[in-house]
């Protein structure tokens, strides 16, 4: 396996296959700055959970250093992994639940209370109909990683895969560290 | 109706998030689903609960949510004609 691509973002940049990229936001709002500057036509990004934002971004910034868009088909696996999870968004739900005389569930906050929904979000947006898990583990883990890799490679259809960790315990609080890997 | 219009204009784009869109980027008698503003079952779930939150109507059947979200216009019509505050 190789790896082709490389992104890292955290609050505070954004470091594609080891390039600092240049924006002048931090945090969240970042986010919405390297949705602007570098994606613009995906409206639904506005309503995505903190965990999908900062996947969906890290893919498209991934998919634009490797030039074609890959749009469709069934040869790319999505394999990410995280410790919390979809906590963040889980929280957000329970507050809008903990008031019985203000109880209104928002379908589009519980959408995301299910952390894998990142990976469907990237399969969709580029028309990927391969494989796509999501694991939940206690660390950053290559290995593991690699091994899940290998595993999803054991499909004859499976060519590359965008692989990595995302990880956002709470609002403003996120770090993606994701890459392509090919056969 | 043209106040109760402008208002749900305004709920719409809080509620579903449609972050680029000003009221006036929204026709009134444009379809909300589909064309128009292109929403989703989950944004239809969302004007259910918009409804239900901000003027007391609770949608019985989800099968009324076709006729009712055809339009921005056809919306207040039927908030104006059943709303409960």
Same mark, same amino acid.
């Given at each position: 396996m190789r790896t082709t691509h490389k992104v890292e973002i955290t609050p505070t940049s954004v470091v594609l296959d080891g390039r600092l990229l240049p924006f002048r936001e931090s945090g969240e709002a970042l986010l919405t700055e390297v949705y602007r500057q570098?994606?613009? /036509?995906?409206?639904?990004f506005f309503k995505m959970d903190l965990l999908s934002k900062v996947g969906f971004l890290a893919a498209e910034l991934l998919l634009e250093a490797e030039?074609? @868009?890959? @749009?469709?088909?069934? /040869?790319r696996a999505v394999i990410l992994s995280g410790r919390s999870g979809s906590l963040c968004d889980d929280r957000d739900y329970q507050q809008l639940i903990a008031d019985p005389d203000d109880f209104y569930p928002s379908p589009s906050v519980f959408v995301?209370?299910?952390?894998?929904i990142v990976t469907g979000e990237i399969a969709i947006r580029n028309g990927w109909h391969g494989e796509t898990m999501y694991y939940a583990l206690e660390e950053y883990d290559p290995a593991a990683l690699a091994a899940y890799a290998t595993l999803a490679f054991t499909?004859?259809?499976?060519?590359s895969a965008l692989c990595g960790w995302v990880e956002c315990p709470a609002h403003e609080d996120f770090y993606a560290n994701m890459e392509i890997i090919e056969r | 109706m043209e106040e109760l219009i402008a208002q749900l204009k305004g709920k719409i784009i809080e509620a579903l998030n449609?972050?680029?869109?000003?009221?006036?980027?929204?026709?009134?008698?444009?379809?909300?689903?589909?064309?128009?503003?292109?929403?989703d079952s989950i944004d239809a779930l969302e004007l259910i609960l918009l409804m239900e939150k901000?003027?007391?109507?609770?949608?019985?059947?989800?099968?009324e949510g076709k006729e009712v979200f055809k339009s921005v216009r056809v919306m207040a019509e039927y908030i104006a004609a059943h709303r409960t505050k």
């Open positions: 570098r994606v613009g /036509d995906w409206p639904k030039g074609d @868009r890959h @749009r469709g088909g069934s /040869d995301y209370t299910l952390p894998n499909d004859p259809q499976t060519r | 449609l972050v680029d869109l000003t009221p006036e980027d929204i026709d009134a008698d444009a379809p909300l689903f589909g064309e128009g503003l292109g929403l901000n003027y007391g109507i609770r949608l019985k059947n989800p099968a």
